[in-house]
């Protein structure tokens, strides 16, 4: 059986971890390209409406 000969310490345990974080990349941010406002990729701009050129959410403005 695998056991242990020695106890972890926090450090070491922390440490180990810790290595996901750096796997991690902020969020890309683009511009619409009708309104110019930010948006996220992949998704409907929440300013005007357009998706891919085109209008696929009616806004309240109209």
Do not use: F, W
Request: hydrophobic residues 30%.
């Amino acid at each position: 059986m695998g056991v242990p000969k020695k106890r972890t310490s926090k450090m070491r345990r922390d440490r180990r971890r810790a290595g996901n974080n750096n796997l991690r990349t902020p969020v890309q941010v683009i511009k619409c390209s009708k309104c110019k406002e930010p948006v996220m990729p992949h998704r409907a701009c929440a300013a005007c409406g357009n998706y891919g050129g085109r209008e696929v959410i009616a806004t309240a403005a109209e």
